[in-house]
């Protein structure tokens, strides 16, 4: 995969029908990557902070002030917390983080498993209801079908979704879900 631009870089997506839409910023700042997220359609923004080999560190959500209505940490071997330092057991283990309101989550398991065409591989991700403010871990399977075009499937229900994605492992169209703009 191409690096990102050492200034930065942004991408931005509309929903498939068009009633949403996100932007991102990505910068490389104190030796990792900080992603800043505006999705319109759910009126919430969201601050990633991933190490430089993208592994999630820290997510912040934003839903109505500017104190973030759900934060998280992630202390590099699977170990998550809240804010006020409780521990939460049932993360454990996760390596990654999800939200159906926006395509950017796939980029963090595609850049950070740099997976070969026909490779796959399945993993515990920590999945965020920005609504509900509810996370769970959910079982996610990704595989790489071929140059430029990827796999997610839902473990337990099997649903899948293929999509392309960029040189940088960012989503492009994801079929009833997404469109890269």
């Known amino acids: 995969m191409t690096a990102f631009p050492a200034d930065g870089y942004?991408?931005?997506?509309?929903?498939?029908?068009?009633d949403g839409d996100e932007t991102v910023?990505?910068?490389?700042?104190n030796e990792g990557w900080t992603a800043i997220g505006e999705v319109g359609r759910e009126a919430v923004s969201y601050v990633l902070r991933?190490?430089?080999?993208w592994q999630v560190r820290q997510y912040l959500l934003f839903r109505d002030s500017d104190e973030p209505d759900l934060w998280l940490g992630n202390d590099g071997t699977g170990r998550w917390g809240e804010v006020n330092g409780a521990h939460r057991e049932d993360l454990d283990?996760?390596?990654d983080l999800d939200m159906?309101?926006?395509?950017?989550?796939?980029?963090?398991?595609?850049?950070?498993?740099?997976l070969d065409a026909g490779d796959g591989a399945e993993l515990t991700v920590a999945t965020v209801d920005v609504e509900t403010l509810g996370v769970i871990p959910v079982r996610q399977r990704y595989?790489?079908?071929s140059a430029g075009r990827w796999r997610k499937t839902h473990v337990k229900t099997g649903i899948s979704v293929e999509f392309k994605v960029d040189e940088f492992g960012l989503a492009q169209d994801v079929p009833e879900f997404f469109r890269r703009v």
Do not use: K, M, Y
């Open 10 to 18: 942004t991408v931005r997506w509309q929903s498939w029908d068009s």
């Open 25 to 29: 910023t990505l910068r490389w700042e």
């Open 50 to 53: 991933l190490s430089a080999l």
């Open 93 to 95: 283990g996760c390596t």
């Open 100 to 114: 159906s309101c926006t395509p950017f989550a796939n980029t963090l398991p595609i850049r950070r498993l740099q």
């Open 143 to 145: 595989e790489h079908l």
